[in-house]
């Protein structure tokens, strides 16, 4: 089975930075790609950002994260960071660390990890 545990929300002014965290385990040895969504209340969920096993880093073209948002990894390729600064109050979402898999054509989630940017 597959493991990803979530750390690092919490809630932020605007204006401050929180770093989201990510490790995945378990039968974990065909990763391909690990990345970072956010769901906001009402909303349907939105991808931010991938890095893929090949070292690929993919960002949503969206307006929203450009710029403000950092996706990392450490070398041990199991674990991604999502760096967040300038934080806005649209910002406040619950966001999910996303792993796939090759050969597999289910996607792991996270539990999510909540983030409140207050004004």
């Known amino acids: 089975q597959v493991r990803l545990e979530e750390s690092g929300g919490g809630l932020v002014q605007a204006g401050g930075s929180l770093r989201l965290s990510c490790t995945a385990s378990g039968s974990i040895s065909t990763l391909s790609a690990m990345g970072w969504y956010r769901q906001a209340p009402g909303a349907q969920r939105e991808w931010l950002a991938s890095?893929?096993?090949?070292?690929?880093?993919?960002?949503a073209d969206s307006d929203s994260v450009k710029g403000r948002f950092t996706i990392s990894r450490d070398r041990t390729l199991n674990t991604v960071h999502l760096q967040m600064n300038s934080l806005r109050p649209e910002d406040t979402a619950v966001y999910y660390c996303?792993?796939?898999?090759?050969?597999?054509?289910?996607?792991?989630w996270g539990q999510g990890t909540q983030v409140t940017v207050s004004s």
């Open positions: 996303n792993a796939r898999f090759y050969g597999r054509d289910t996607d792991f």
């Open positions: 890095f893929t096993r090949s070292g690929v880093i993919k960002y």
